[in-house]
């Protein structure tokens, strides 16, 4: 039934599209609780823990036993998502949230690879097609950002390495969830991320917060937002699969992140504030390109 088929693509989608606002949202955030002397140890520090503490909610959607003989396998996916969330947070210290966005939206094409690598699934090629446009996407949107060329360049490789993880852990919580059951793996994942936690306690700093109160606020709720968007990815991946097109449709955290970004500058200063008009047209266009993948993920399905 249409009805029925309509339902379902609002429940498959709409929670990756949440999660990339969400994202953008946190990155914004987090940047400016950075630029009032928050440490990326401490930030990381917070999100795990709030990472932790919101999938515990988790719990309640249920599952089979806990897998003792497969315990190595929400190990592995901890590590992936900790490795991701480092490398994501020393993107945006180093870099523009509006450069480092739109890069992180390479997993798209790093899921298609693995997932056709691994022989999870035939993807159709409407889906190889939106994972190459949303790419071209990207390269128009960071196209002609600005900053000393060598921060640039080290804030891209950050952000494919942080793709390059995600992607990973991805394609893994589709292949090892449904054995444990999405209400036993991903809590269990996520514990493991907020004891890691733990073991950052002697570089953590809130000295900036104890002096600023508003820095505080900042921290909190970046941290909350990351992990709200990262209990929205993870669900709709582990629950329902199909990595490949939630990240298609994940892929739009990078036009949020330059409207967003761009936005918040022009309000309270920052260096997306100063792009030029030829900026901004790059960027639209790359935004519309984005668009389209989204529309053929979603008609492929």
């Known amino acids: 039934m249409p009805c029925s088929g309509c339902i379902l693509i609002f429940m498959h989608l709409i929670l990756p599209l949440l999660a990339s606002l969400l994202f953008v949202c946190g990155l914004i955030v987090i940047k400016r609780a950075g630029a009032a002397g928050v440490s990326s140890v401490t930030t990381m520090f917070c999100t795990n823990v709030a990472a932790a503490v919101a999938f515990s909610f988790l719990w309640f959607l249920g599952g089979e036993a806990i897998r003792w003989d497969l315990w190595w396998q929400p190990f592995i996916i901890a590590k992936l998502f900790v490795f991701g969330l480092g490398f994501t947070f020393l993107a945006i210290e180093r870099g523009d949230v509006s450069l480092a966005t739109p890069i992180f939206g390479v997993k798209v094409v790093f899921v298609a690879m693995l997932l056709t690598a691994t022989g999870e699934q035939q993807l159709p090629w409407q889906v190889w097609l939106a994972a190459a446009l949303a790419t071209l996407g990207i390269g128009l949107i960071q196209w002609t950002g600005k900053g000393h060329r060598h921060h640039v360049i080290f804030t891209v490789g950050l952000a494919l390495a942080a793709a390059g993880c995600y992607a990973t852990f991805d394609v893994l919580v589709q292949g090892w969830a449904p054995a444990w059951g999405a209400g036993r793996f991903l809590p269990v994942v996520y514990w493991i991320v907020g004891f890691a936690a733990l073991f950052l306690l002697p570089w953590v700093d809130f000295q900036p917060c104890k002096k600023k109160r508003h ?51 022009r309000k309270w200063g920052g260096a997306e504030a100063e792009h030029s008009r030829e900026t901004m047209l790059f960027r639209v266009a790359g935004a519309t390109v984005l668009t389209a993948a989204v529309i053929l993920a979603i008609v492929a399905g």
């Not at 955290?253 to 409207?259: C, D, N, S, T």
């Open 215 to 265: 820095v505080a606020g900042l921290l909190l709720a970046g941290s909350l937002l990351i992990a709200m968007q990262a209990i929205c990815i993870v669900v709709a991946v582990g629950v329902f699969g199909d990595a490949a097109r939630v990240n298609v449709v994940y892929a739009l955290r990078g036009l949020w992140g330059v409207v967003l970004a761009w936005l918040v500058a």
